[in-house]
């Protein structure tokens, strides 16, 4: 599984081995949970091509290498990113703080939530299935009963020590 910060800051090379520019943000399908492409920061300002669909790339690694840059408009994750997510009954969740992408076919798995700095120390980070979730204009709606409740824990720290040598 990957994560969203994974993409961000990557080189995108085209296959002539022309730099192209780095991964700014990524474009995203909400109502399919589908990773469509990226937005690519490029090197000519007065570009208006600066997308790159899922179905250009050819390798993922260290850096990204793609056949073409095109233009498009989108649902970028930079609009959606720290959104609160709400629940049935009105309750604040959250805001939206990472995406959970497959590494195999970039569907989108879920999204991490986080209710704050003090509760992400003691709590944890939520995670939400992106099935169970409406976006809306100001919000996202969580619209599940919690039956199961998926979070990120912080380590447990409790026999760690360090050990000074004289």
Known sequence: MLRSKDFYLKKVYKTDGKKVGIVEDLCIDFFNAKLVGFKVSTNNIFSKKNY???????SLGESIIIKEVEEKRGLYFEEIKDMEVIDLNGKIRGTVEDLIIDSENYDIRGIIVSSGLID???????????????????????RKEENILFKIMPHNMKNWYVEKKA
Do not use: H
């Not at 790159?52 to 050819?58: L, M, N, R, T």
């Not at 992400?120 to 969580?142: R, T």
């Open 52 to 58: 790159v669909a899922k179905e250009d790339f050819i």
């Open 120 to 142: 992400k120390m003691i709590k944890g980070k939520q995670i939400f299935l992106l099935n169970d979730c409406i976006l809306g204009e100001e919000y996202i709606l969580y």
